[in-house]
């Protein structure tokens, strides 16, 4: 994100990576419930955001992410073993060609 945003679209930018984390899937996760019942197989999890810290050190966020510095939240990544997927990011873009494209006003 290059142009400083405001309030209102940093706590949008936190409310969609959210939503996005909290549709994560892991079919090989086994699950037992009480008295060790299997349950089958599967889980769906929160998918751990990561930011960048005012060092460049890494703070991961399975919770909603914090909107008190917009900076921290513009660094936020999913990170896939050496990969990395810049959802806020991609977020913004997403929010900007729906708004330059589609009317989308906020």
């Known amino acids: ?27 090989k996760i086994q ?15 929160r998918y751990p955001l990561t930011v960048l810290d005012g060092e ?6 399975r919770g909603k992410a ?6 921290e939240l513009s660094t936020g990544y999913y990170a896939f073993g050496v ?3 810049h959802i806020i990011k991609a977020l913004d873009e997403v929010l900007r060609h729906l708004e330059d494209n589609h009317g989308l006003k906020l």
Request: glycine fraction near 8%.
């Open 1 to 27: 994100m290059t142009n400083p945003i405001n309030a209102k679209r940093v706590k949008l930018l936190a409310d969609l990576e959210y939503l996005v984390g909290n549709n994560c899937y892991n079919p």
């Open 31 to 45: 699950n037992y419930g009480a008295h060790g019942i299997y349950q089958g197989e599967g889980r769906s999890i």
């Open 56 to 61: 460049n050190e890494p703070k991961k966020s």
């Open 66 to 71: 914090s909107v008190a510095d917009a900076k």
């Open 83 to 85: 990969n990395r997927l």
